[in-house]
């Protein structure tokens, strides 16, 4: 029997020994064979590996940002929405909680953690527990942010992970703890497309890295995991219970204690959100025109200069010329009048203009982007107008704000056909600065910028081009005209037309332009001249404008951006102001690459005493004219003067605002020319476009920053100019008078009235009196 004994415990031995020695050939193949791997991926068998150079001047793309003239950020312009900062800013609690969720002994290992990694082994290979962690340290991570993974078939993961081993012991000795910590915190990605962790804390809460809290710093550290499962926008339970994770890390490992965890544990995430969405947030169109204007600066210097800047990833710093507030001011105050107007275009509306039974909408249907993808598919038309009338969940915005509901297709763009657009601008007359831009609307649902890109009808705002014009060729503001309408034989009997009967009533030149009467408006400019009207127009700025009657009337379609230009020779000294957008370029460093300049006229292209005068007669505008419920609606008292403008069928609205230091244009109308105002009582200008200038007026005069514009006052005309201003007074069924003389001397004044004989002249030493029988109308042209 202990023979039998001996015998069993020898096939024993021998089995253990066999055993081991196949486990430890199986090992040493096993460790030859991740050798022979490991030499074969560090010398580049299975790609090329990173340079210890190419290493060392890490470069990646960083979003070039959008300043406004008071240095608050306006926007990015990235593919990857990303802001580099440097350690100084990190917080250390930021830090604390990175380095507690995502690498305990970051500052023990050398870019690899072999405790973790075993960890890993044995947990997660061995004995399948999925909750073992990763074993990537903060420098692998780094450079998996830096270096995307690439596709090895079978051995993707296996080929990746060493090379992010190799290249972290790399970085280790060529960067400090300090500035790998930099690097990861600039580029790891984040929720809603941002890159980097400055970029994170503005989006999600509106302030530097350097300010944010230590619950902002947990949030934004819990996101690393999954950044859209733990996005706080959009997941804000999950992002709660991660955050809260970070927390109990930093108390496992000592950075916080007991009770400051269990407080931190109990509050709410309070975001912020910034959006540096290029179709959203603060001047979205003006954001757009100075991309736009950028990348056309950059090609010309990239050429002359053999750089290659890039808009989108150099991290350029644009510093512009609008001001933050004022454009919030601006934006506010068209919502504010947009939605109320909306509400009273629908409520007279003709919805047969938006319906297939309508020709011409059953053609935009068809030129729509919706129809044009269903035709690609090789559908009928009669096929795909069914598919677009066919219900389905949509988002919709108006006035009201966005929201889901069930409508088709074609109840969408009929949508967005029936709302009112707008534009406005304001800049300074001085120097062409622009400081408030609102090209339309929405951004998101209408690309067109109404500012920088559509040219419409300018109706009456174009008349004191008119009137100025007149004035330069040695006109006087009192001079008297006739508002008959005339028909003029050398332009096919066209006539100008008033939208009342006041046919009797005489008007000086000064009280025309008040009133916006377009008879009158055409008999100035034939006196004064087309031809001399069209050179001072295009002298100003204004481009494309046809010699025809009608132009005195408003019929040229300008450019508001042009329009805004124009409109600086009666706050210039007759100079013209040239738009400006950007004040300087820098590059990421902050080193200047150009500055631009205020691009000014050197030479006036009215007098000073034609300036002084069409500034009173504007005036005229707002405190009796067209324009007066900017005093007895809005009740403002600011020096203000400006024009109204209506087109044809009510389709354009205008008003230009001109205070000593600012000029501003407001417009209002229908994208779709055959869309249009019931009435020009709804649809002039003084109704849909002055209102939002005079609430732009009242909020920035309940802001005491802007008293350099809302204070101001025009300064007082010269004696002369006002001797010129001192008309007979303008009233039915009155005699009308010249102005008492200012001196003591016998008073000589001309009148030229436009009767039979329009230029014949009256010379009178004292007052003459002319009796006119004249009613009063209430009417407004169709142009005002």
């Known amino acids: 029997m202990y023979i039998q004994y001996l015998k069993s415990a020898s096939a024993y031995i021998k089995a253990i020994w066999n055993t081991s020695f196949y486990i430890f050939l199986i090992m040493a193949f096993t460790s030859l064979s991740s050798f022979v791997f490991f030499l074969s991926v560090l010398v580049g068998g299975w790609g090329e590996l990173p340079s210890t150079e190419e290493l060392t001047e890490i470069q990646h793309d960083e979003a070039s940002v959008v300043y406004a003239a008071d240095h608050e950020i306006l926007g990015q312009y990235h593919f990857q929405n990303r802001r580099e900062v440097n350690f100084r800013k990190l917080p250390p609690h930021l830090i604390d909680a990175l380095v507690a ?124 995991k999954a950044t859209h499962y733990y996005n706080p926008r959009i997941n804000p339970e999950n992002a709660i219970s991660r955050r809260n994770t970070v927390f109990y890390q930093m108390m496992k490992y000592g950075f916080i204690g007991r009770e400051w965890y269990d407080s931190l544990s109990q509050s709410p995430i309070e975001l912020n959100l910034s959006s540096f969405d290029t179709n959203a947030g603060i001047a979205t169109y003006f954001r757009a025109e100075v991309k736009k204007q950028v990348k ?123 709302l009112l657009n707008t534009g406005m601008i304001s800049i300074d007359p001085k120097n062409g600065a622009v400081k408030a831009w609102v090209g339309g609307i929405n951004y998101s649902h209408y690309k067109f910028d109404h500012v920088s890109q559509s040219k419409r009808q300018v109706g009456s705002t174009f008349k004191p081009f008119v009137y100025a014009s007149a004035l330069e060729q040695g006109a006087s503001a009192c001079n008297y005209y006739n508002p008959q309408s005339v028909k003029y034989a050398s332009y096919e009997n066209w006539a100008a037309l008033n939208s009342d009967e006041e046919q009797n009533r005489f008007y000086t030149m000064k009280g025309a332009l008040a009133n916006s009467v377009n008879t009158v408006a055409v008999k100035v400019m034939q006196e004064a001249g ?221 009148l030229r009235i436009s009767l039979n004989n329009p230029g014949s002249q009256i010379s009178i030493e004292k007052p003459r009196m002319i009796q006119v029988n004249a009613k009063s109308s209430a009417g407004q042209p169709s142009n005002k």
Request: proline share 4%; charged share 25%; with cysteine.
């Open 101 to 224: 969720t995502e690498d305990v002994r970051f500052y023990d290992h050398e870019g690899v953690d072999v405790f973790s990694l075993s960890r890993v082994f044995f947990k997660s290979i061995l004995l399948g527990d999925k909750s073992a962690g990763g074993g990537s340290t903060i420098s692998q991570q780094l450079v998996k942010n830096l270096y995307p993974r690439e596709n090895h078939g079978p051995f993707t993961m296996a080929v990746n992970k060493t090379k992010e081993m190799i290249l972290a012991m790399r970085m280790e000795d060529i960067y400090s703890k300090k500035e790998i910590l930099t690097l990861y915190l600039n580029t790891v990605p984040f929720g809603d497309n941002t890159y980097g962790i400055e970029s994170a804390s503005q989006r999600f809460f509106s302030k530097s890295v350097e300010d944010i809290t230590l619950e902002e710093s947990a949030t934004l550290v819990g996101m690393l």
């Open 296 to 418: 056309e600066w950059l090609e010309a210097y990239n050429y002359a200069n053999g750089t290659n800047y890039n808009i989108y990833t150099s991290g350029l710093k644009i510093h512009t010329t609008l001001d933050y507030n004022m454009q919030l001011m601006a934006e506010n105050a068209i919502a504010e009048h947009m939605t109320e107007l909306q509400e009273t275009y629908d409520k007279y509306f003709d919805n047969r203009l938006l319906s297939l039974n309508n020709k011409h909408f059953k053609q935009l249907v068809k030129n729509s982007k919706e129809f044009r993808t269903l035709k690609q598919e090789g559908l009928s038309d009669k096929e795909v107008f069914s598919e677009l009338a066919k219900t389905q969940s949509l988002e919709l915005w108006d006035w009201q704000g966005s929201k889901e509901i069930e409508a088709s297709l074609i109840d969408k763009i009929a949508h967005y056909q029936r």
């Open 530 to 750: 087309i031809n001399n009207v069209v050179n001072l127009a295009n002298q100003a700025g204004l481009e494309n404008v046809p010699r025809v009657p009608s132009i005195a009337l408003g019929t040229a379609e300008i450019n508001m951006l042009s329009l805004a230009q124009a409109y600086t020779i009666f706050l210039n000294d007759g100079k013209v102001a040239h738009p400006t957008l950007i004040q300087r370029i820098e590059d990421k460093e902050g080193n200047v690459l150009v500055e631009f300049s205020p691009k000014v006229s050197n030479k006036p292209v009215i007098s000073k005493t034609t300036q002084e005068t069409m500034i009173e007669m504007m005036k005229g505008v707002v405190n009796e004219g067209t324009g007066s419920r900017i005093r007895w609606k809005y009740n403002l008292t600011n020096d203000i003067a400006g024009k109204t403008g209506t087109t044809q069928n009510n389709k354009d609205g205008w008003f230009v605002g001109l205070t000593p230091n600012l000029v501003t244009i407001t417009w209002v109308g229908p994208d779709n020319y055959r869309l249009g105002f019931k009435s020009t009582r709804l649809g002039q200008g003084a109704n849909t476009a002055l209102p939002i200038f005079a609430l732009f007026q009242k909020k920035m005069n309940s802001d005491s920053q802007f008293n350099y514009y809302t204070k101001a006052k025009f300064s007082t005309p010269s004696p002369f100019t006002l001797e010129e201003l001192g008309c007979p007074a303008e009233s039915s069924w009155k005699y009308l008078e010249p102005a008492e003389p200012k001196k003591t001397e016998p008073f000589k004044q001309t």
